[in-house]
């Protein structure tokens, strides 16, 4: 998700990053704030100065966001969680934690502390608004301070909302954590609610696409979407974690692969080996040493009518530390490996050689069947 994102700077040991996509809705919010929001608080005002506090005000929203996600990094520090940076984005910001809180405890007081410093700068706001009042500041100063002091509440009010992985989301899997010690199957009903929570958002949206306010409507609509996608992105997370924690590729891996010689053609390969048995990768063998492998995807590459004559040695990818796995390595690592690759299939080596072959397909199965007993 933060492909595009760019580091801005570092608070308190956290990477700040703005994602592209936050370019985007920051455009958007001086737009609406400088042609609606603060022409119908100050009539009066002229179109640079309305301009000037727009920005102002996006950049005071954008303060307050980072504030918010610091909370629930510096908390989440204090409880052991490794945070690696905070990124703002199309949908307002995330505190990247790099492990999962230890116990529901630790959860709800990493999940509150963001809505709670949202409440506490939107007081804050409110009390320097009283200030400015009392000491006679422009209506432009009060009108600034004034909205941020709202829209901080809103934006606490909002992230309470039960949608997982909102903090409101993250508070109610707290509570079921800590009630059931059952991580995943907190996680599971807080996705299931999560779930209604969003296609009600959708239908909302949607009924006020159609009934012709397309620009408020398309919003709920992008959030729900948004929810859906990293709230079962989550729980698939730990269902893997799970399913996998402190199994290593030997377990998974298939023994004793079919593998191909060198010396066989392409058409020996796709009819003997692929064909035969229901395979599209195999390892190239000849006399006990391992060369690399080779798969239908290698093979589309050649094509048809010189299948014949080309040989596995011709084509044949080099083992390298790019395709191949120790055998003992572990299966939470190579899930990692394969997100950073994007490699399916592997080649599991041990100190005599080839000793099986592990793709993701191994760990899927093993997953799917973890999902339909726990």
Same mark, same amino acid.
Do not use: C, H, N
């Given at each position: 998700m933060w492909g595009n994102a760019i580091k801005i700077a570092q608070l308190r040991g956290f990477d700040i990053k703005i994602d592209a996509s936050w370019v985007l809705i920051a455009a958007l919010m001086v737009w609406s704030l400088s042609? *609606?929001?603060?022409? *119908?608080?100050?009539? =009066?005002? =002229?179109q640079p100065t309305v301009l000037t506090i727009s920005i102002i005000a996006m950049l005071g929203l954008f303060g307050s966001l980072l504030l918010h996600e610091l909370a629930h990094a510096v908390v989440a520090r204090r409880f052991g969680v490794r945070v690696s940076g905070i990124t703002l984005f199309l949908f307002g910001g995330v505190a990247e934690m790099q492990t999962e809180p230890l116990s529901g405890n630790t959860e709800f007081w990493i999940a509150i502390? /963001?809505? &709670?410093?949202?409440?506490?700068?939107?007081l804050a706001f409110w009390f320097t608004e009283l200030l400015a009042f009392f000491a006679g500041l422009p209506d432009t100063v009060q009108s600034v301070l004034s909205y941020l002091a709202i829209i901080n509440l809103v934006l606490a009010l909002f992230n309470l909302l039960p949608a997982f992985p909102m903090d409101g989301g993250r508070v109610l899997r707290a509570w079921l954590w800590a009630r059931s010690g059952d991580l995943l199957?907190?996680?599971?009903?807080?996705?299931?609610?999560?779930?209604?929570? $969003?296609?009600?958002?959708? &239908?909302?949206?949607?009924?006020?696409?159609? *009934?012709? *306010?397309?620009?408020? /409507?398309?919003?709920?609509?992008?959030?729900?979407?948004?929810?859906?996608?990293?709230?079962?992105?989550?729980?698939?997370?730990?269902?893997?974690?799970? $399913?996998?924690?402190g199994r290593t590729v030997a377990s998974l891996m298939t023994q004793d692969p079919w593998t191909a010689d060198p010396s066989l053609s392409l058409s020996e390969l796709v009819n003997r080996v692929f064909l035969k048995h229901s395979i599209s990768f195999a390892p190239v063998v000849e006399s006990g040493t391992l060369l690399g492998y080779v798969d239908t995807q290698i093979v589309h590459k050649i094509?048809?009518?010189h299948w014949t004559t080309t040989i596995v040695e011709d084509v044949v990818e080099p083992t390298s530390q790019e395709n191949t796995v120790p055998y003992?390595?572990?299966?939470? =690592?190579?899930?990692?490996?394969?997100?950073?690759? /994007?490699?399916?299939?592997f080649l599991v080596v041990g100190a005599h050689g080839l000793v099986g072959v592990i793709t993701l397909s191994n760990m899927m199965a093993l997953l799917n069947v973890s999902r339909d007993i726990r």
């Open positions: 042609t *609606s929001y603060f022409p *119908s608080q100050l009539p =009066d005002i =002229d502390a /963001g809505p &709670a410093a949202s409440v506490a700068i939107a199957a907190s996680t599971r009903t807080a996705v299931t609610i999560s779930t209604f929570f $969003a296609y009600g958002l959708m &239908a909302l949206g949607l009924y006020a696409v159609f *009934s012709g *306010s397309a620009v408020s /409507g398309l919003w709920p609509v992008l959030i729900a979407l948004f929810l859906l996608a990293t709230s079962r992105a989550t729980l698939t997370q730990i269902e893997t974690k799970t $399913a996998l924690d094509d048809r009518e003992d390595m572990m299966a939470l =690592d190579l899930i990692k490996l394969i997100q950073k690759t /994007g490699r399916r299939k």
